[in-house]
C-alpha cells in the first residue's frame, strides 16, 4: 500500500521545527506492509490544505496528516478532511469527559485554571471514524476508511507532539494495518565503520545489483555508512529470518570487522558494552576533542565499571606535569605528532592504572595548520601493558566534525581491540 504523510504547521514550513513525525512512521509504516511515498508539509491554511489532502488522495492509499487537532482557531485538519471528505463532524461526549478529566489532574498537580471553553473542539471528528485514544496529550488520533472515487482509502489523522504521536502510531496504527495485511516486512540495519560508502559498494555491487527479495539499500550517515536488508513474506508461512540469513552471511563474509552493529546501535553503544562485557578498564587523555570521546562514552548507562577517568590536556604544560609526556618530544616533533600521542596514551594508563589508554591529539581549526600538518590532521594514540600505537588520521570539514570524526575513530579502534580479546 502506498502512504502519503501530510504534516500540516506553519512552523514546519517555516523550518522553526524539526519533521520528525514523518521520519518516524516512514521507518515504521514497511513493518506492516505499508510503503511511504511522499512526504509533503502545508501551513496553516484551509485552502492550501484541502488542496494537498486531494493530491494525495489521487495517488496513494493511505493518507496520514500530523498536526492540527488542537482546539485553537489555526487548527484546521479535521475540519479540512471532513470538507473533503464530505463528512459531518460528530460530537464525542466521551472524549470530552476525558479531556476534562485530564485538566482536572494537571490543574491539581500545577495549580493551573480550568479548561477553557474552546477545548470543546477536541471533541469533535469525522462521523464514521475509529477514534484512537491520547494517552499522553488532549487531542486524540482517528482512522477514516472512505471510497474516494472507486477507490478504498485510508486516511489516518495524528497529534503533531512526537510525544503524543509516537505512542499512538505504535499502538493503534501499527496493530490496525497489521491486521488487514497478509504481506509482512523486515529489516535488519548492518552499520559500519571504517569504509566509505564507494568502497562499500564496490565490495557488494554484484548481489545489490541483483537481489530482489531481499532488497539491499546502501545509504550514508555521519561519519559512518549503513546497510539496510528488507525481506518481504507471507505471514503465517514464511519466516523472514530464515529469507534474511543467506545473504546477511554473504555480507558478513564480505564486509567482516567494518561491521559493528545488526541492531542499528551506535558505535559509542557497541564499544561500551564490549568494554563492559569482557571487564577492561580505559581512560583518555584529551586534546583537540576536549572531553567529547569522555561525553560519548558516558552516554551509556553503566560504563563508569570500566572508564576510570579522563585528562583534557589542552596546553602542553599539562601534557608534561599530569601526562609525563618528555619536554624534548613536545619541542622535537609537536604536540600534533604520532610520537606525542603515544605518550599521552602512555601517561593517562599508568595514570589511571587501565588496562587501555586512549589519546588524541590533532589541529581541528580552522587555524593552526603547519606546512606538513593541515588543518583536520589528528593523531589517535593507544596504550596497553604489551604496545602503544599511534594513527594519523586527516579529516576533511569545520571544527566540529574534526573533532567528532576523531572521536568515531578513537571509540572504533577500542572496539577493535575489544575484539582482539577473544
Known sequence: MKAEIIAVGTELLMGQIDNTDASYMSKRFPECGVY???HTVVGDNRGRLAECINIALKRADVVVLTGGLGPTQDDITKETVAEVLGLKLVFHPEILENVKEYFNTIRHNRKINIMAAS??????YPEGCLILPNNNGTAPGCIISHFVEGADKTIILLPGPPWELQPMFDNYVVDYFKSKIQEGLKSVYLRMFGIGESAMESVIS?????QTNPTIAPYA???EVMLRVTARYEKGKQDPDLILKPILDILHERLGEYIYSDKDVELKVVTAN?????????????SCTGGMLSELLTDVPGISKVFLGSVVAYSNEIKQSVLKVSGNTLKKYGAVSEQTAKEMAQGVRLLY???VGISITGIAGPSGA??????GRVYIGISTEQETLSYEYTFSGDRDKVRYFSCLNA???????ALSKG
Open 206 to 210: 554484484d548481489i545489490v545489483s541483483t
Open 353 to 355: 592504572n587501565t588496562e
Open 370 to 375: 603547519v606546512a606538513d600538518k593541515p588543518v
Open 119 to 124: 477545548n470543546e473542539k477536541l471533541a469533535y
Open 411 to 417: 571509540l572504533n579502534i577500542l572496539r577493535l581491540y
Open 274 to 286: 564490549l568494554l563492559m562485557s569482557k571487564n577492561i578498564t580505559v581512560s583518555f587523555a584529551e
Open 221 to 223: 550517515k555521519k561519519g
Open 36 to 38: 511511504v511515498y511522499y
